[in-house]
């Protein structure tokens, strides 16, 4: 059966080369090279994690979408498709939860993203999971868009624990040019190979393409018997709508120009991820790989996007904009061709590839995500039973919410989002709540909301409770009708907020301006501001040990 294995891939994943014959002698003495290369491999597999931007729920052809995507389709059915899987709404804050499995309230970036002109990013205190997987023995390499804050050379992806980095450090930018502006007079270029703008490298190529080309470029220069941690963030769907006159043709038939671009942005995306599993069966990985798909948020209609049943879209609490597509797909799964209803969020990725990548999990990372491959895998119950969406205490406050419509417990001005076992509830102003079906997308404009199921917000609600098990679309609200269920969802939040630290949100920064560093978006301060912050940084850490030696001190006593 191994041996019938190799064949297979020898004849389906042999690199084409146009009018070359392999001789037979050549095919046994491969097929002998691959035996050996298969006996010696590491017992680590290597894990791709594809992150794509704002693809929504309803965006993927096993979902009902109209949209073709044949290699999404095959390869969720042959691995495990995630239904009951959740992100962050938004792009920084999805990225800081995968990169620390942590979530926002513990890292300050509660509120919305890093911008590119804040002196902020990705707290440094904080261990990555590139950096545990280094610690275990992986070569690291990430490609694609970043957006975790550059304000200082240490907040570069290769000083967070990444051995290279070839993208984007900004959250969105031109496919083709790689330029974003950020206001009058706030533009420059954003490509980058390591921590210096990639201009030898840029050949004015879509991104997408770019990017699945350097990605099959490492895996043709990397042996596959040293474990790999790829980290490919595409840049795509996410606004601008670009893409390549050639995806267009398939969609005519969609009148409105947005939803059209859109879907041949994921048609796209499609091919990208199937020129990417080919060159891991042609380059020897695939066998001990685990693929990991993912969005960092729900769809954005009015960019195109669709998250039809659920309600709400991308920046919302809604299940659309939390929902995500996503799927495992590995020969390494003991449940093939499954779907895993368990309870799934994006911090729990760096417990489970970290644990699945022979690494060590050390109590002082206080995780907030759970290592779930046993209930991916195996179809096992999952160790999660509740998941704090957020609580931004700087969000718009609603305008009718109270301590006394929180009971006493909470202020329901403030926006927050839980979810503990089969209830879901929100407070303050969740966001944009309309469902968007996919007939709003027959119009030519989507300012025509005739499609729309359309919820008025003068309303004076500040507080929604959900069984989103039997209502996955929130339809029905069940606050009043369950007011002990609020209570106790009211006080879970309390606690939770009783962990989180000062949000890091700050003003901008005008030293940020390309202009002063040669037309490119880069690190702005100073190494004398470095050492002022890390030596701060140091002196904060001490602090936090020497309080709790003398707590457990105390307990001991």
């Known amino acids: 059966m191994f041996l019938f294995s190799v064949l297979a891939s020898l004849f389906a994943f042999t690199s084409p080369t146009c009018g070359y014959q392999m001789s037979w002698e050549n095919w046994n003495g491969n097929l002998q090279n691959r035996v050996n290369e298969l006996d010696s491999r590491t017992t680590q597999p290597h894990i791709i994690f594809i992150l794509v931007d704002d693809q929504g729920f309803r965006d993927v052809g096993y979902h009902g979408s109209e949209i073709k995507t044949p290699t999404l389709d095959r390869l969720a059915a042959q691995g495990v498709k995630l239904e009951n899987y959740y992100v962050q709404p938004l792009c920084s804050p999805s990225r800081s939860q995968l990169m620390t499995g942590r979530y926002q309230i513990h890292t300050g970036l509660q509120h919305s993203v890093i911008r590119p002109t804040q002196a902020n990013c990705l707290p440094l205190e904080n261990v990555t999971l590139p950096q545990k997987l280094r610690q275990a023995g992986y070569a690291t390499h990430m490609v694609g868009k970043w957006h975790l804050g550059f304000y200082k050379r240490g907040c570069m992806p290769t000083q967070r624990g990444f051995d290279t980095f070839f993208g984007s450090l900004l959250g969105s930018g031109d496919y083709y040019s790689h330029y974003k502006c950020d206001g009058p007079g706030m533009c420059g270029y954003d490509l980058h190979e390591g921590e210096e703008a990639a201009w030898e490298q840029d050949r004015g190529r879509y991104s997408t393409l770019m990017f699945t080309q350097k990605a099959v470029d490492i895996l043709a220069h990397h042996n596959p018997q040293k474990p790999l941690f790829l980290y490919l963030a595409f840049q795509a769907v996410h606004s601008p709508l670009q893409v390549p006159a050639r995806y267009l043709e398939r969609y005519k038939s969609i009148p409105n120009l947005h939803r059209r671009k859109y879907a041949a942005m994921v048609s796209c995306l499609d091919e990208a991820v199937h020129n990417l599993t080919l060159a891991l069966k042609r380059y020897g990985f695939y066998h001990n ?37 996503g799927f495992v797909h590995s020969p390494l799964l003991l449940n093939k061709g499954t779907r895993c209803r368990a309870l799934i969020h994006i911090t729990d990725w760096f417990p489970t590839l970290v644990t699945l990548g022979e690494g060590t999990l050390d109590e002082d990372l206080n995780l907030d995500g759970y290592d779930v491959w046993e209930a991916i895998s195996e179809g096992r119950q999952s160790p999660r039973h509740d998941i704090l969406h957020n609580i931004d205490p700087i969000y718009t406050k609603a305008k009718n919410g109270s301590w006394k419509a929180g009971y006493g417990l909470w202020n329901t001005a403030i926006r927050a989002a839980l979810r503990v076992g089969h209830w879901k509830l929100l407070t303050g102003v969740p966001g944009y709540s309309d469902w968007v079906p996919p007939q709003t997308f027959s119009n030519l404009l989507l300012t025509n909301r005739w499609h729309n199921e359309y919820v008025r917000w003068d309303q004076g609600k500040s507080v929604w409770l959900f069984n989103i098990i039997a209502d996955p679309y929130e339809r029905v609200d069940l606050s009043l009708r369950y007011p002990h269920i609020v209570k106790k969802m009211l006080m879970r939040l309390a606690q939770y907020n009783r962990t989180a630290i000062p949000v890091r949100y700050p003003a901008k920064d005008s030293r940020s301006n390309p202009n002063f560093n040669g037309g490119v978006w880069g690190p702005w301060y100073k190494e004398d501001e470095d050492d002022r912050e890390t030596n701060l940084l140091t002196n904060n850490l001490a602090k936090k040990r020497r309080k709790k030696k003398a707590k457990k001190r105390k307990l001991k006593d």
């Open 289 to 325: 790989t685990v693929i990991v798909y993912s969005s960092d948020n729900g769809g954005q209609p009015m960019a195109g996007g669709n998250n039809w049943p659920l309600r709400g879209s991308k920046a919302t609490y809604w299940e659309g904009g939390i929902r995500a597509v």
